[in-house]
């Protein structure tokens, strides 16, 4: 049973630039979440997918945007990069019921220069 | 506005020693609560939860915490420690009734000396 997969592991990207990160939720789960990991924090929740539409938004900017495809899938899409997004972005999948436990994946450790 | 803190940033222990850790949130209403375990070079992984019910709760790996409503904490313990343990833990919340974004405290890394 393959759990929650990202790509890629590692990206550099320079400042304005835009990125995209990729998530494959574990098998069964249809709901997928969004953390940022910043050096020495904890995750910070960026948004949550659920039927291909944002269910709930953390405090980030429009710059941070998503997508779910229907086969659960995610993608986060960052524009105009800052320095201040670099950082380690974990993918969370989970089924809808309220009880049920948010799986995350390893992470897209992402440095802007 | 909703938070989670974790008082300790680094603690120090040898094998066998006991464990706990603080976690305190600060939740209106309903709150479900988590640890998370991340161990070196792994990803965050589930080490127990509460949602409602005994405010005792058992987890993975020998780790129990416990939910204490009137100091809005809910402290990791393990009785004693192994030196694969070392790992950094990570309290978090949930509003309770939803199934809706996680709020992280800054993390614990614990560090056991064989």
């Known amino acids: 049973d393959a759990g929650v997969t990202q790509s890629p592991t590692h990206l550099i990207k320079t400042r304005g630039q835009q990125v995209t990160l990729r998530c494959s939720p574990k098998?069964?789960?249809?709901?997928v979440s969004w953390y940022q990991q910043a050096l020495g924090q904890g995750p910070q929740f960026i948004f949550q997918?659920?039927?291909?539409?944002?269910?709930q938004r953390g405090n980030f900017p429009d710059r941070f945007s998503g997508h779910q495809f229907p086969n659960y899938s995610s993608e986060l899409n960052v524009n105009a990069l800052l320095l201040g997004d670099s950082a380690l972005y974990l993918c969370?999948?989970?089924?809808?019921?309220?009880?049920?436990?948010?799986?995350f994946g390893p992470g897209t450790r992402l440095l802007v220069l | 506005a909703q938070s989670v803190s974790q008082h300790n940033h680094h603690v120090i222990l040898s094998e066998a020693a006991s464990l706990e850790l603080g976690c305190n949130y600060s939740?209106?209403?309903?709150?479900?609560l988590f640890w998370y375990v991340q161990y070196p070079g792994q990803h965050l992984q589930l080490l127990l939860k509460?949602?409602?019910?005994?405010?005792l709760v058992k987890g993975i790996k020998g780790f129990e915490a416990e939910f204490i409503k009137s100091k809005f904490s809910f402290n990791l313990r393990k009785p004693s420690v192994q030196w694969s343990d070392t790992a950094e833990y990570f309290c978090?919340?949930?509003?309770?009734?939803?199934?809706?974004?996680?709020?992280f405290g800054k993390g614990t890394k614990l560090s056991v000396k064989p």
């Open positions: 969370a999948s989970s089924r809808p019921l309220w009880k049920e436990t948010q799986y």
């Open positions: 098998s069964g789960h249809d709901t």
């Open positions: 997918y659920y039927e291909e539409e944002e269910r």
């Open positions: 939740y209106g209403g309903t709150v479900n």
């Open positions: 509460y949602f409602s019910g005994d405010p």
């Open positions: 978090a919340g949930g509003d309770g009734g939803s199934q809706g974004n996680l709020i």
